[in-house]
Nanobody
Framework: QVQLVESGGGLVQAGGSLRLSCAAS????????MGWFRQPPGKEREFVAV????????YYADSVKGRFTISRDNAKNMVYLQMNSLKPEDTAIYYC?????????????????WGQGTQVTVSS
């Protein structure tokens, strides 16, 4: 069993920044790939970013490339999403998820555990 808890969401103006955190417990965190997804209002959950178990591999959705950075601290069982130059279209509930292998990292159905989500709202 894995528990994931996101934090750091909030209301920010366009062009601003937020840093999301995801705390993991109950598993061997260091061997799981960790991903961030988001679900805009009325839409399906979509891939944002993923980081490999060692932190050596990162992948991003085209819509956030160059603005968002994913990182992890295996000693603290934490994964982060630094979001800069935020746009109104980034408004969504953001979720972190874990999966044992990096393959199919952009498919939400392949993730084994999810957090409860944190709301990010970007005003124009």
């Amino acid at each position: 069993q894995v528990q994931l808890v996101e934090s750091g969401g909030g209301l920010v103006q366009a062009g601003g920044s937020l840093r999301l955190s995801c705390a993991a417990s109950g598993s061997i965190f260091s061997i799981d790939a960790m991903g961030w997804f988001r679900q805009p209002p009325g839409k399906e959950r979509e891939f944002v970013a993923v980081i490999s178990s060692s932190g050596g591999g990162t992948y991003y959705a085209d819509s956030v490339k160059g603005r968002f950075t994913i990182s992890r601290d295996n000693a603290k069982n934490m994964v982060y999403l630094q979001m800069n130059s935020l746009k109104p279209e980034d408004t969504a509930i953001y979720y972190c998820g874990s999966k044992r292998f990096l393959a199919a990292y952009d498919n939400a159905r392949r993730y084994e555990y999810w957090g409860q989500g944190t709301q990010v709202t970007v005003s124009s």
